[in-house]
């Protein structure tokens, strides 16, 4: 099954490269740079402390850049930030903390002017880290993974230089790092280094079921002036990152935002 | 227009089409309280009625643990009557029978029982010995506190103003002297007078063992406690220099925290061995200093219940080990160490519930 999804990943960018037959001039192609605000709605389940979910509402602040040329590279930067309660607490005294960087190179794939697909990989770097102070007052939860893996990124261009952009992502090899199920110490080091320290501990090479996540975003583009241009965006991450010594941290987040183009 | 109004709709029933996270039960369908035979820990297994104990109303008690809503952390509830094991229960996962946890402030028992070996081994003189009669090189800084004795910590009225939500931590990760960290904090009480419940006395006893018997705390556990109770299978954290911390940290399984119980019920007897005096239990273990929780009197590390005619470990997450003597009965819940206060919920209710199945 492995073997076959990686077939049906690389083929496509072996049979077209960078010189392949669909890449075509691009008139629009420069960098650009661009900032991103997004609220929404996060939801956790760290089952290595407890099966229910905690909820709360999220903001993540994005800085970013695109290079469409040929083919399209893109970079971004998040921050990400989430109080959260489960059902049986009052307040939302927990938080999840999340760290983003991805960086990808989509090869265009059709010949179109008005739709444009283009497919690479991409490498993602997250750093995911929770406390829940009201389960457990002693120590971190984390959930970080670097990882290769394939963005497919669909434009189509519309009348009035709007534009639809829709990409998603999925990982196909990753190491990750969660904490020991069992952690016979009664508190994690809560410095600073002892927070890095921990979140780069434990680290093993993941499958597919250690590591998946699935980060779909779409972007309505329009432009305000004549040089500018801004969109709104909404997003749908889907995270799963279980050890196999321990049980799933799962993360959803769905999230509207707007975003400025530099 | 029209594509902007279809993409909003999408965008609109995105979130929707997206499922949510399920919450799932935190433990395990209830499948009775019935205890797991042929192990070889030690433990005779018996029934409720062989024991004069109501069935029915134990299985309400067990029927609460395992309630969703209710005792949401809970990791195992055991009773132990006539010297024997009656029920027990995993809820959250059977292979927590097996599994090691940390039992925290129960910890600050097991110092009191090893204090009395200790005094029985003449490796302390008397409870009424000063600290800095054992360590004084560690009262440099702080001269004004050569005062404290080992009862005062038994008791936790050394007056020191040890703050657990702050200092606890600092205790545990300074890599500094660990004593002279617990000796450095300020003194707002004179020592004797007042109850102030932190984990730094227990330390200041655990030093004192340490530092008079040559060996580690723990190790003095193991080869005065745990084995002669036949536990194998422990551990129990230092801080960075080395000293056992006596409040807390001592990792242990259900059944052997049951044993711990079952000792004091006996009097300090294990097998036809005197493994701890039973006047130390006696002393340990009456009303020694009045509280401001919960209006439990306070004995030698060991909370007082009137109420139960009986006396307990308690330890963070609602944990406990209550003994009560006339009932010749031990109670045993544990649960997550470290939830938060809001969810330890109601133990007295539990024991209510199993002190009135007894006949």
Not at chain 1, 243 to 249: F, L
Not at chain 2, 67 to 74: E, G, V
Request: aromatic share 14%; charged share 20%.
């Amino acid at each position: 099954m492995k073997f076959r999804i990686l077939i049906l990943t690389i083929l496509p960018l072996l049979l077209t490269g960078p010189g392949g037959v669909a890449q075509e001039a691009d008139s629009s192609s420069r960098v650009l740079h661009f900032g991103s605000l997004q609220f929404g709605l996060n939801q956790i389940k760290e089952e290595n402390l407890h099966p229910k979910v905690s909820t709360g509402t999220c903001m993540d602040l994005t800085y970013g850049f695109e290079i469409r040329k040929k083919n399209w590279q893109k970079f971004h930067l998040t921050l990400g930030y989430s109080r959260l309660k489960t059902e049986l607490e009052e307040l939302s005294k927990s938080l999840n903390v999340k760290i983003n960087l991805s960086y990808s190179t989509g090869f265009k794939l059709t010949r179109g002017t008005k739709f444009n697909y283009y497919l690479g990989p991409e490498a993602t770097l997250a750093y995911n880290f929770s406390f829940l102070p009201n389960w457990d007052d002693s120590h971190l939860y984390w959930a970080d993974y670097l990882s290769i893996g394939v963005k497919n990124s669909f434009l189509v261009k519309l009348k009035n230089k709007n534009a639809l952009v829709t990409d998603l992502s999925i990982p196909l090899f990753s190491v990750f790092s969660r904490p020991e199920l069992y952690r016979l110490y009664k508190i994690d080091d809560t410095d600073a280094g002892g927070i890095i320290s921990n979140l780069n501990s434990n680290i093993s090479a993941a499958h597919l079921t250690n590591v998946f996540f699935l980060h779909f975003q779409t972007e309505w583009r329009f432009p305000v002036f004549k040089t500018k241009t801004q969109a709104f965006t909404y997003s749908l991450d889907w995270v799963r990152v279980k050890h196999n010594d321990g049980n799933p941290y799962n993360q959803l987040t769905n999230q509207i935002g707007l975003k400025l183009f530099l | 227009m029209k594509t902007f109004k279809r993409y909003f709709r999408i965008l609109l029933l995105l979130p929707i089409v997206t499922s949510c996270l399920k919450d799932e039960p935190f433990k395990l369908s209830y499948e009775g309280f019935q205890p797991v035979s042929g192990t070889d820990d030690g433990w005779t297994i018996s029934t409720p009625e062989d024991e004069q104990m109501d069935r029915t109303v134990i299985d309400e008690a067990y029927r609460l643990v395992y309630d969703d809503s209710r005792f949401t952390m809970a990791r195992s509830l055991l009773i132990i009557r006539n010297g024997k094991l009656v029920a027990e229960a995993y809820p959250h996962d059977k292979s927590d029978m097996d599994r090691i946890a940390n039992i925290q402030s129960m910890t600050k028992s097991f110092t009191s029982i090893l204090t009395g070996i200790a005094l029985k081994q003449h490796i302390l003189d008397s409870v009424n010995q000063t600290f800095y009669s054992i360590y004084p090189e560690w009262f440099t800084d702080n001269p004004e506190k050569k005062d404290i004795t080992v009862k005062q910590a038994l008791t936790m009225t050394t007056g020191i103003d040890f703050n657990n939500s702050e200092d606890t931590q600092t205790l545990y990760q300074t890599s500094g002297n660990s004593v002279e960290f617990v000796l450095s904090q300020p003194r707002i009480y004179d020592p004797g007078i007042v109850f102030h419940y932190h984990d730094g006395s227990p330390h200041l006893v655990s030093a004192a063992i340490q530092k008079r018997c040559g060996t580690t705390f723990s190790e003095f556990a193991n080869q005065n406690l745990f084995k002669p109770l036949g536990i194998t299978d422990w551990k129990w954290e230092a801080a960075q220099d080395g000293i056992t911390f006596g409040a807390f940290s001592l990792y242990l399984k259900p059944r052997d925290c049951a044993k711990f119980g079952q000792l004091l019920l006996q009097n300090g007897r294990w097998n036809g061995q005197t493994v701890v005096d039973s006047n130390w239990i006696a002393e340990a273990t009456q009303p020694l200093v009045n509280t401001h929780i919960s209006g439990a009197p306070y004995g030698y590390f060991f909370w007082i219940h009137p109420a139960y005619h009986g006396f307990a470990a308690d330890g963070h997450g609602g944990q406990k080990i209550l003994v009560v003597p006339d009932k010749n009965l031990v109670i045993v819940y544990t649960a997550w160490g470290y939830t938060s206060g809001d969810f330890f919920d109601n133990f007295n209710e539990l024991a209510d519930l199993i002190l009135k199945s007894c006949h």
